[in-house]
């Protein structure tokens, strides 16, 4: 899993919170990804999917 902010990106006033999960655990080429304007709409964007996968994680 990654999770990063881009500086560039945000002095563009663009996305610059980016979260990526990918690889073992998640079975073949799934990814999950998103950008977005602040960590928390990552978490909120990304944690249902990775729950539909199957993780538990916390609320």
Do not use: H, N, Y
């Not at 902010?5 to 999960?21: F, G, H, I, S, Y």
């Not at 950008?35 to 994680?57: H, I, K, V």
């Amino acid at each position: 899993m990654l999770f990063k902010v881009d500086a560039e990106r945000m002095a563009e006033r663009r996305k610059p919170w980016t979260l990526v999960a990918s690889g073992a655990p998640l079975q073949g080429d799934i990814l999950v990804r998103t950008d977005a304007a602040s960590a928390e709409q990552c978490l909120e964007a990304c944690l249902p999917r990775l729950r539909e996968l199957g993780f538990t994680l916390p609320e």
